[in-house]
Every structure is written in C-alpha cells, then in structure tokens.
C-alpha cells in the first residue's frame, strides 16, 4: 500500500494540481491559480494528497464559511483524486483530511461542492460513491455533519 502524505499546498505549487481540477471545474490554468490566491487571502488553501514521490494524487479546494442552515462550515469549492485502483484509497486519505481539517476550525459541517450531472438519480453510481463517505445530497451540495465521527468506506 502507498503511503500518502496530506498537507496544505502551498501557492508556489498550486499547479501542480491543476491536471487533477482541469476536467472537474472546467476552468483553465491561470484561473485556477487565481482562484487559490483568493482563498488564501479569505482564510481557505488547498489541501492536497501527496504520494511518496511528492506528487499530488488529491486535492481539495476549502474555505471556512458560515452557513445560514448549518452554522460554521468548511465549504470545499473543488476537490478531485486520482486513484491507482478499484479502491478509493486517496479519496478516503482526503476525505478524512478534510473532517480533522474541519474540527480543527471549529465547522459543525463539511460542505462539498460538486457537478451535478449524474447525481439527480438516487442509484447514480457517483451519487452512492459520496453517500459511503457519510454525505447526503442537499440541494446542490454534499453535507457532512461533524458531530460523529463517519466509517471509512470503500467508493467504487
């Protein structure tokens, strides 16, 4: 089993993730370095999934923000992973990542911003995947409550 090492990305390498966001968002290369340097000033970053050689292997693109439903919350505004096999190993790595990330600044959610395509059926396979994970789809977003502690799960 790889290791996998998780940790802030900083600006200078923000690029080095732009092949795992290109096809998520949509968006060229220069707006999404732009869009990092905003959520830096705003008090969000990058939190990205590295593999042993350093290269990243997941992403997730967050910001604290308050949420007139949930209360605190860590909005993620991207994320994305890229997996060697069958099992979600570094969606998982990040996912949890992400829980720590949100407890450590107080959120009572995480909130997951994703693509809606696929995901309006209650059997779409994407759907399920981040269901396993402990979210539910609400309106457009993926919400995870923090007041418990959610299994690991395998995504397929």
């Not at 600044?105 to 994703?114: H, P």
Request: glycine share 8%; proline share 3%; charged share 30%.
């Amino acid at each position: 089993m790889p290791r996998l090492l998780v940790s802030n990305l900083e600006l200078e390498r923000v690029s080095e993730a732009y092949p795992l966001i290109r096809r998520t968002a949509r968006v060229g290369p220069e707006r999404w370095e732009a869009f990092c340097r905003q959520l830096a000033k705003q008090g969000g970053g990058v939190l990205a999934v590295l593999a042993e050689d350093r290269r990243v292997h997941g992403v997730a693109a967050y910001l604290p923000v308050a949420s007139l439903r949930h209360g605190s919350a860590l909005r993620v505004e991207a994320i994305a992973a890229f997996e060697l096999s069958h099992v979600s190993l570094v969606r998982n790595v990040l996912s949890g990542a992400l829980n720590e990330l949100a407890r450590e600044k107080g959120c009572e959610v995480l909130m997951v911003s994703l693509d809606a395509k696929g995901m309006s059926s209650p059997r779409s396979r994407r759907r399920l995947g981040w269901e396993s994970l402990g979210l539910t789809a609400e309106t457009i977003e993926f919400v995870r409550h923090l007041d418990g502690e959610v299994e690991d799960q395998d995504i397929r």
